[in-house]
């Protein structure tokens, strides 16, 4: 199965990066799309070198991940794949969904890849699951999550319980993560589900 992840500047890069390579070793084709925050969040927040703009990231990323199916997507380019419902993909994540990448979604901007990309998951009826992240929020984040929720798309806010004893950040970041998959309908066994 094809999927898409895309990768915002919000903080929290970890989750997407941890879905990507869930995907990646379960042999699933990903298409990837990484904005220009997330680059320096990815930096920031998790000490990766992923370079500052697309044709860098190509590169590194086809040496990380070369035994995988990966497609990498520059964010401006609207004659990507899956700019086109044409090409079929069986969902797409936003892990995490800046404020600004929800607007785009919520209002059907599609200025660039990451929107149209999300534009075209919910004009053919497929999953789109968005990771927000942001605190507080304010009354334009939270219109822009019910219109994005009104529309189809799955809210999941990076907001990691504590029921299940996390004793890791690698076990909270793996229960939204394992979440995501879930709503896809992917089995899986990255968090411990209440019993
Ligand atoms: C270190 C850092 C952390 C940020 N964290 C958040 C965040 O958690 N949520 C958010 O909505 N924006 C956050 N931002 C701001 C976004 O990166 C900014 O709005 C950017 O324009 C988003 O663009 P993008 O959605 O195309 O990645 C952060 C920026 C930086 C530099």
């Known amino acids: 199965m094809s999927y898409v992840i895309a990768i915002s500047g919000a903080s929290g890069a970890v989750y997407g990066v941890t879905l990507l390579e869930y995907l990646l070793r379960a042999k699933h084709r990903v298409y990837l799309l990484l904005s220009r925050s997330a680059r320096l969040i990815i930096r ?12 860098e990231s190509a590169e590194i990323l086809e040496k ?26 069986a969902g797409m994540i936003v892990a995490p969904c800046s404020m600004k990448t929800l607007s785009g979604i919520a209002h059907g901007y599609s200025s660039n890849l990451i929107e149209r990309a999300a534009d075209v998951s919910l004009k053919e009826r497929r999953p789109l699951i ?7 929020m304010n009354r334009i984040h939270l219109k822009n999550m019910l219109a994005a929720s009104e529309l189809g798309a ?24 394992g979440r995501a998959l879930d709503l896809l309908g992917l089995k899986n066994q990255l968090y411990k589900r209440w019993s």
């Open 44 to 55: 920031d927040e998790m000490g990766l070198e992923w370079g500052s703009h697309f044709s």
């Open 64 to 89: 990380r991940y070369r035994e995988y199916d990966l497609i990498l997507c520059n964010e401006d380019d609207m004659t990507a794949a899956i700019a086109s419902g044409s090409v079929l993909t």
């Open 130 to 136: 968005l990771i927000p992240r942001e605190t507080p």
């Open 154 to 177: 799955t809210l999941l806010p990076a907001m990691p319980p504590f029921y299940h004893h996390p004793e890791t950040i690698e076990d909270m970041v793996h229960f939204i993560a």
